[in-house]
């Protein structure tokens, strides 16, 4: 099986559509999505009704959450939060259904897949060897498949120490998997790359080769900017997309 990594679109419908189209060539057979298809850009439902054409093997990140049901967005930053109460406004009722069947964590094809962690906390963020370690202890599975950081990055449990990789800007870089070593994955973020690398990340995971290959696709960043700032959207959200921040 090869599938399709996306992840953390955050309802930036150009950007989506220039990593679908990346990874069209690429022989798919199933697309995964580890949660965030909307929250912080202009073009929820868009994207929504895109990934769910898609049929995607998905979990529910916290932003999903936050476009569903109010209150959640009471712990985001102010403009987070001003992009949540947006989005839920937004939402179509068909759009808020798919959202809310989503489970938070679930397991594929010997893959572990949750948003933010498995432990401590679901919503965690793993940014570093020390808070990858409560996941490695938790995952039954030789893999697991994360989100929520925007970092493109893994992290292996082998006989010793976790060892963190950034892939970051690096397009094309692959992972092949080695017996006896656990990994957590992140593919990056489709729509808000904060590794530093504006272009939009995504990934093939490939069970047969055994293999993960990150890449990184440029799109027309200028035009989501313009649509979020149309939309009223906070402009701090539009600049850090040049960014990739
Ligand atoms: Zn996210």
Redesign the pocket.
Known sequence: MRYGIIS?V?SNLVALRAVLAELRGRSLDKFVCP??IV?YGPRPNECVELVRELEPVAVI???DVAAIESGTEDWFNAVARAAAIWTRQELSAANREYLRSLQPVLIFDEVTMV?GALAPDLWDYISSPWEARPTFEAMKTQLCFI??S?YAEWYELGPGAVVPMQVGATSGHQLQFAEGVRYIVNAG?VG?PRDGDPRAACAVYDTDEGTIEVFRVPYDIAECQEDMLAKGLPVPLAQRLALGV
Do not use: T
């Open positions: 953390d955050h949660g965030d929250g990140g916290n932003h948003h989100g929520h925007h973020s808000q």
